[in-house]
C-alpha cells in the first residue's frame, strides 16, 4: 500500500474548495512527506494519518460587530482554526488584516502545526483572526473591535486549551486589549494569550523573537557551510515587527542591510541601515518615502518590492506570496545565496522550485522563523511556573532551540551530495513528532 500525491492532492482540493493557500501549503509539504512515508514509514499509511492531518479538529467561525466611532455598527468576521493538538494545546497567532478568510487561516494554522513540533516544545497548532482592518481605525475602534471579538473567543480558548498570540495587526496594544477583555469575562489571570507586557506575565524578548531568531537560524546555515554574517548584503522585506527586529539583529551581526518595506513600497539605502537609521524608520509610521528624503545615500521605490537589488541573503517578512518566479530569478541573478523567510510562506510555489533547481539555501518559514513561537512557548511556561526569566536566559534559550531547528533540518534534509534541502528537512522533521503522538493517541 502507498499513498499516490496526485490523488491525495485532488481529494485535498475537492475537499476544500476556493481555498488556494490552504492548498499550496499542503502541497508544499505533502510533496516531500508522502515519497518519505511511503518509503520509510508505511505503518502511518493505514492509520491515514496524513488525511486526518489535512482536516483541522476544529474551526470556529463567529460575527463580530461592534460600534465605530460615528457610533455606527460594523461588522466584521472572526475565526479560530484548532487545526492539531496531538502534542499540545493549540497555539498560533491572530492575525487582523482586510484579506483574512479562512483559506489564509487554515494554511497558517497547517504550517503552524510542523512549526510548533519543530521548537520540541509541547504546542500543538493553531491560527485565528478577522478580516478587520486596523490601518486607520482609532485606539477606541481598536480597543471596542477586540473587545467584541474576544466576548466570543474568550468560549473556545485557554491556557491548556488554545493560547493565541499575535501577527500581522496583533500587536502589544491589541494583545493588551485582548487580555483584558477574557480576564473580565473569565474572572480568571491566566497564560491564554501570549505576546504580553513584560509588567503582565509577557516574557523578555517576545517583540524581538521572530526577527532575531530567524538570524540566529541564518547564522547556523552560514555556520554548516563555513561561513558568517560579517560584510553580508541583506534584503528585507516588511517594516513591522519581524522585518524590523530582523534587521536590528543582522546590523548588530555585523551585516549590511539594504532594504525594509510595506505595502507601498520599498526604501533602498545603498550604504546600509545603522541602528540609529532603524530607530528612525520605526519613528515613520508607514510613510518610509520620508526616509529618503533624510538620507542622501536612499531611494524610494513606492510600489516596487525589494527583489531587485543585488544582495547575498533574501529575507522575506512581510505576508504571503510576497516572491514570486520572477522575482526568485532575479534573486538569483543578482548573486543572492541563501532565502530564509520570516514572513508565513513569503514564497510562491514556483520561486520554490526555482530556489531548488538553483540550489539556493532556502530556509521555510516553519523553521525560520519558529523563534516567535517557541519564546511564546516560554511564556506559557514562565506563566505555568508564576516566573518571569532574564532576557539573557530568554535569547539564549531561543539561541538552543534555532540550533536544534537547524540541527533537524540537516539530519531530514541531507542529500547524498551533501547539499541540504532544508525545506524537505523541516517537513519531515516536524512531521514525525506530530503523527507518533497521532497514532499513539487512537482514531481521534
Ligand atoms: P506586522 O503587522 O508587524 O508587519 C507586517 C509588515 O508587512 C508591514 O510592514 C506591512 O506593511 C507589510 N505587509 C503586509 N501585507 C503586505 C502586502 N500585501 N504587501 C507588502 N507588504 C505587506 O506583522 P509581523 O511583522 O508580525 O508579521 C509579518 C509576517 O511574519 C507574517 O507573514 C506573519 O505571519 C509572520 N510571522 C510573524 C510572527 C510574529 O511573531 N509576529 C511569527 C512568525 C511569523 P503595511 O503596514 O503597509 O501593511
Avoid at 168 to 196: A, D, M, P, W
Avoid at 268 to 287: N, V
Amino acid at each position: 500500500m502507498s499513498i499516490n500525491f496526485k490523488n491525495f492532492v485532488k481529494q485535498v482540493s475537492v475537499n476544500n474548495p476556493n481555498e488556494p493557500e490552504f492548498l499550496q501549503a499542503v502541497t508544499e509539504v505533502v510533496e516531500d512527506l508522502i515519497p518519505f512515508i511511503n518509503e520509510h514509514r508505511p505503518d502511518l499509511i493505514d492509520q491515514k494519518i496524513l488525511e486526518r492531518m489535512v482536516e483541522p479538529e476544529r474551526v470556529v467561525s463567529f460575527r463580530v460587530a461592534w460600534l465605530d466611532d460615528k457610533n455606527e455598527i460594523q461588522v466584521n468576521r472572526g475565526f479560530r482554526v484548532q487545526m492539531n493538538s496531538a502534542i499540545g494545546p493549540y497555539k498560533g497567532g491572530l492575525r487582523f488584516a482586510p484579506d483574512v478568510n479562512l483559506s489564509i487561516l487554515k494554511f497558517l494554522a497547517f504550517e503552524q502545526v510542523f512549526k510548533n513540533s519543530l521548537t520540541s516544545l509541547p504546542i500543538g497548532g493553531g491560527k485565528g483572526g478577522s478580516n478587520f482592518d486596523p490601518k486607520g481605525k482609532s485606539d477606541q475602534e481598536i480597543m471596542r473591535f477586540c473587545q467584541s471579538f474576544m466576548t466570543e473567543l474568550q468560549r473556545h480558548i485557554g491556557s491548556e486549551t488554545d493560547v493565541p498570540a499575535g501577527d500581522i495587526g496583533v500587536g502589544s496594544r491589541e494583545i493588551g486589549y485582548l487580555f483584558g477583555q477574557y480576564k473580565r469575562l473569565q474572572n480568571n489571570f491566566s497564560g491564554v494569550l501570549t505576546g504580553k507586557g513584560v509588567q503582565w506575565g509577557g516574557s523578555y524578548i517576545r517583540p524581538e523573537a521572530t526577527g532575531y531568531g530567524l538570524l540566529y537560524f541564518v547564522q547556523c546555515v552560514l555556520d554548516y557551510h563555513n561561513d558568517t554574517m560579517e560584510g553580508k548584503t541583506v534584503s528585507i522585506s516588511g517594516a513591522g515587527n519581524v522585518a524590523y527586529y530582523a534587521a536590528e539583529k543582522a546590523i548588530q551581526l555585523g551585516a549590511k542591510v539594504i532594504t525594509l518595506s510595506n505595502s507601498q513600497g520599498t526604501i533602498y539605502d545603498k550604504e546600509g541601515f545603522t541602528l540609529e537609521k532603524l530607530h528612525f524608520i520605526a519613528g515613520l509610521g508607514r510613510d518610509l518615502g520620508k526616509y529618503a528624503k533624510k538620507y542622501s545615500s536612499a531611494t524610494y521605490h513606492a510600489k516596487e518590492n525589494p527583489w531587485q537589488f543585488k544582495c547575498d541573503i533574501a529575507l522575506p517578512c512581510a505576508t504571503q506570496n510576497e516572491i514570486s518566479e520572477a522575482d526568485a530569478k532575479l534573486l538569483i541573478k543578482n548573486g543572492c545565496k541563501i532565502v530564509a523567510e520570516g514572513a508565513n510562506m513569503p514564497s510562491t510555489a514556483e520561486a520554490i522550485k526555482v530556489y531548488i533547481q538553483h540550489k539556493i539555501l532556502f530556509g521555510p518559514g516553519k523553521a525560520a522563523n519558529a523563534g516567535g513561537v517557541a519564546v511564546s512557548g516560554l511564556e506559557m511556561s514562565q506563566n505555568a511556573i508564576g516566573q518571569q526569566w532574564s532576557s539573557e536566559k530568554v535569547d539564549h534559550r531561543l539561541k538552543l532551540i534555532m540550533e536544534n531547528i537547524h540541527k533537524t533540518c540537516v539530519r531530514y534534509g541531507k542529500d547524498n551530495n551533501g547539499f541540504v534541502n532544508y525545506l524537505r528537512g523541516a517537513n519531515i522533521g516536524g512531521f514525525i513528532k506530530v503523527a507518533e503522538a497521532m497514532k499513539a493517541q487512537g482514531v481521534v
